[in-house]
C-alpha cells in the first residue's frame, strides 16, 4: 500500500504561484511513477502531469505545459507540482497519484489516489 497525503493548496490570485505537495508513505516511494490530476467542479477529473521514478521525462497537459512544473525528492517521499501564472480556470481540487507505470497514471487509472487539495484562484 501507498499513502498519499497532499496539502499547500489555498485560494490565490490570478497570476499568483502556488506548489503543491504530495508526502507518501508506505511501500518504495522511488519504485513509482507519480502524478497529479485535477477536477474542477461539474467537470470530470483531468491529468495534469506525471514524473517517472527517476525523476526524469516529466509530461504535461496542454493546459499545464509552461507553467506548471512537476518533480520529485525522493529521499523525502515527496512530489511536487509548482504552478505559475495561474488562471480562474485552474481551480480545482488537485489530486496526486502513483503507479508502478506512468502511462497508466496517464490513463486516469492508476493504483493509487490521494485525498486531494483544493486550489482556488479568485480573478
Known amino acids: 500500500q501507498v499513502q498519499l497525503v497532499e496539502s499547500g493548496g489555498r485560494l490565490v490570485q490570478a497570476g499568483g504561484s502556488l506548489r503543491l505537495s504530495c508526502a507518501a508513505s508506505g511501500r518504495a516511494f522511488s519504485n513509482y511513477d507519480m502524478g497529479w490530476f485535477r477536477q474542477a467542479p461539474g467537470k470530470e477529473r483531468e491529468f495534469v502531469a506525471t514524473i517517472t521514478w527517476t525523476g526524469g521525462a516529466p509530461r504535461y497537459a496542454e493546459s499545464a505545459k509552461g507553467r506548471f512544473t512537476i518533480s520529485r525528492d525522493n529521499a523525502k517521499n515527496t512530489v511536487y507540482l509548482q504552478m505559475n501564472s495561474l488562471k480562474p480556470e485552474d481551480t480545482a481540487v488537485y489530486y496526486c497519484?502513483?503507479?508502478?507505470?506512468?502511462?497508466?497514471?496517464?490513463?486516469?487509472?492508476?493504483?493509487?489516489w490521494g485525498q486531494g487539495t483544493q486550489v482556488t484562484v479568485s480573478s
Open positions: 497519484a502513483a503507479d508502478l507505470a506512468a502511462w497508466r497514471i496517464r490513463t486516469g487509472a492508476p493504483e493509487y
